[in-house]
């Protein structure tokens, strides 16, 4: 929560790096609320305890961003209902270019077809 609110008012951060820091839903929503105004262009919140909650706080977050160019989720607790809405939400991005979501709950056959609604940007 501090992290997020030093954020705030960051002009010149690009890339954050929060890998691992068991930042669990609460901390996902404390990040999603400055990601709006943010120009950060990675953030990677891997392996931080995330689930569904988390994944629909950064989609929200996350609509309409066309700042963001990478976005790591691998090895979460993120499952199909989180993995859509992420897709929903940063597909139409032009400057997307890498969602991971490896190693989270998600079924096989929807993994590929998130993948190919993201146009080979998922991993």
Do not use: F
Request: proline share 6%; glycine share 6%; aromatic share 0%.
């Amino acid at each position: 929560q501090h992290l997020a609110e030093a954020l705030q008012t960051n002009n010149t951060l690009t890339k954050l790096l929060l890998s691992p820091n068991d930042l669990y839903d609460d901390g996902a929503a404390a990040l999603a609320a400055i990601l709006t105004h943010c120009p950060l262009n990675m953030v990677d919140v891997a392996r931080n305890h995330l689930t569904n909650v988390g994944a629909q706080a950064l989609s929200a977050a996350l609509r309409g961003n066309t700042v963001l160019q990478e976005l790591h989720l691998e090895e979460n607790q993120i499952g199909e209902e989180g993995a859509r809405a992420l897709v929903q939400a940063l597909a139409p991005s032009p400057a997307l270019k890498r969602l991971c979501l490896m190693g989270n709950p998600i079924p096989p056959h929807v993994m590929e077809a998130l993948k190919a609604q993201m146009g080979g940007r998922l991993c």
